[in-house]
């Protein structure tokens, strides 16, 4: 990483660390983590099943959340990469395989169910080096929305 790039990092950790830190509204955090989240991961049975489950996420710290919502493409664990999926009417598919073999590529998606693409229509698949979970997610976000957000991720234990 270039230098310039450091510290722009540092900075933006600082930044959304002094957010995450003050007191929010755990009500309010939850609804948004419902909307934003929700599509991906599963808290006390609810949700999806894209990301790992995070009925336990308050424990791991508000500097461990921040590392992996600001930058989930640094410490990225193999099977959640984006898999993409390039089919012979030149369209691209992208998702978290779910399986393949000699018939199909199961893929899942947010907000979908899970697609089935028979592999006579596949003209190349494979992993990127992206993870499936987004960047720039805190950043869409008011300061205000991102305390209230941590407000709720800091009671998952
Ligand atoms: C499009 C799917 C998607 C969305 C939306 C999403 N995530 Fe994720 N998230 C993932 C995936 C996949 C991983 C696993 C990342 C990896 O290891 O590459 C992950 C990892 C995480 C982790 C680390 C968990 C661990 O056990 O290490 C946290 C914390 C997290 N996400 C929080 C959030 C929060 C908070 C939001 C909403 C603001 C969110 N995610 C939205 C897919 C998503």
């Not at 599509?39 to 959340?65: D, F, K, W």
């Not at 691209?92 to 000699?102: A, I, P």
Request: proline share 4%.
């Amino acid at each position: 990483m270039a230098h310039g790039d450091e510290i722009f990092q540092a900075k933006k950790f600082a930044q959304f660390r002094t957010f995450a830190e003050k007191p929010g509204d755990i009500k309010l955090g939850q609804a948004l983590f419902t909307t934003t989240c929700m599509t991906c991961h599963n808290v006390g049975g609810q949700g999806a099943q894209i990301g790992p489950v995070l009925s336990g996420a308050g424990a791991m710290g508000i500097e461990a959340l921040l590392r992996a919502v600001l930058t989930p493409n640094a410490a990225m664990e193999g099977g959640y990469r984006v898999f993409r999926v390039e089919l012979k009417d030149g369209d691209v598919v992208d998702g978290l395989l779910v399986s393949q073999n000699d018939e199909a590529i199961i893929l899942r998606r947010p907000n979908s169910d899970d697609l089935r693409i028979p592999q006579k229509d596949v003209r190349r698949a494979w992993f990127t080096k992206v993870s499936m979970m987004p960047e720039g997610l805190l950043e869409a976000l008011k300061a205000e929305d991102v305390s209230n957000l941590f407000a709720y991720l800091r009671t998952l234990k």
